[in-house]
């Protein structure tokens, strides 16, 4: 077996050691082969394919065993670029769109934490786990932060980070292309996505102020740094009318590339041979999950009259990337979506401890002091 660490992956061998070396050739050799997947995914015009299709591909590898070590960087360059090129879509117009929508947000964040306990009660009875356990396996808070707490309290972290990232890898592959085919007018992803003449110059300023934010929010210690400090930052940067631009489309497609990989590759063959049930009961739950959402959504477009197809990916249980480029592709309001996503995390990371410190107490758990 691998032991993986918070990141998904092993942290990196020496140099000279062959086993490196031999890892560096599987590694390359599989990152070619996500590119190829992304590339006949786009043929087939398959929404974000160059991360459903390297996801894919990834994560039949993965659970085949065959999966070389992942390095770590990989999934931070990826979240930099693609927060960058969300980033820009934060203008003047865009935040004052999104300041008129605090309190449907604010009320998301809390009435999203209250459908993860629903959820929750689906894992617990088809999975026969705890309630720590469960809640922290279907409240969307993110794989590595939620597993970190399940630790945290003597609860099941490899359950939780797998339910998670199941979660995660269910909305990427569900949400797009049900929404592209309910939309009807067959987007194409590449033209969606790209945005004309690149200003290589403006592209760089972007990517240098992307990773500025992320460093600093990485010196402060706050949670996933490289995707809100790179889209911090240059949402300020657009919104201060700054002479930036969006990097090409084959730097967005290669970011989508390395999370599709990072996410495949998390799925372990022995999670689902020593438990059957436990992948029943997320997928259930997911299903619980993703039905409260959308009824959130659908409920705030007719009270707000802002499209349906913006306030799905709005609300969407997390994978708040994804859901900002499929805004994008379906020409949806990308600021907003992102604003939704950004508060809830900002939300449910604070209130989360706090939460299962007292869950756990109740409950008895060990650590819950």
Not at 221 to 235: E, Q, V
Request: hydrophobic fraction near 60%; charge should be positive.
């Amino acid at each position: 077996m691998r032991a993986h660490h918070a990141g998904g992956c092993l942290p990196p061998l020496h140099t000279g050691n062959p086993l490196f070396q031999r890892n560096l050739i599987q590694v390359a050799l599989l990152y070619a082969a996500a590119i190829a997947s992304g590339y006949a995914a786009s043929l087939l015009r398959v929404p974000l394919p160059w991360m459903i299709g390297p996801l894919l591909l990834a994560a039949i590898v993965s659970l085949a065993d065959k999966q070389p070590t992942i390095p770590w960087i990989t999934r931070p360059i990826g979240q930099l670029v693609v927060a960058a090129s969300v980033g820009l879509f934060f203008t003047p117009a865009a935040l004052t769109a999104v300041s008129q929508q605090i309190v449907p947000m604010l009320a998301v964040a809390l009435l999203t934490i209250a459908a993860g306990f629903v959820a929750a009660l689906v894992l617990m009875r088809i999975a026969h786990i705890d309630v720590v356990s469960a809640s922290l396996a279907s409240i969307p808070g993110g794989p590595v932060e939620m597993a970190a707490l399940a630790a945290r309290h003597g609860a099941q972290s490899g359950t939780v980070a797998f339910a998670q990232i199941l979660r995660i890898a269910l909305l990427v592959l569900i949400v797009p292309p049900l929404l592209v085919a309910l939309d009807g007018e067959g987007a194409d992803p590449a033209t969606a996505l790209a945005n004309g003449p690149v200003d290589y110059l403006g592209a760089l300023l972007l990517l240098a102020i992307a990773l500025g934010g992320g460093f600093f929010l990485k010196l402060i210690g706050m949670t996933t740094p490289f995707f809100l400090g790179p889209l911090a930052a240059t949402a300020a940067a657009s919104a201060f009318m700054m002479p930036v631009s969006a990097p090409p489309y084959f730097v967005l497609a290669a970011a989508q590339v390395l999370l599709g990989v990072w996410l495949g590759a998390m799925f372990k063959r022995e999670l689902f041979v020593r438990s059957p049930m436990l992948l029943v009961a997320v997928l259930a739950s997911t299903a619980v999950l993703l039905l409260l959402t959308a009824i959130m959504a659908l409920v705030i477009s007719w009270m707000t009259g802002i499209a349906w197809q913006t306030m799905v990916l709005a609300t969407a249980p997390g994978s708040v990337t994804e859901m900002a480029l499929t805004a994008k592709i379906l020409d949806q309001e990308v600021a907003l979506v992102t604003a939704y996503h950004v508060l809830r995390i900002f939300i449910i990371l604070p209130l989360v401890p706090l939460i299962f410190a007292l869950v756990a107490r109740l409950s008895g758990r060990p650590g819950a002091d």
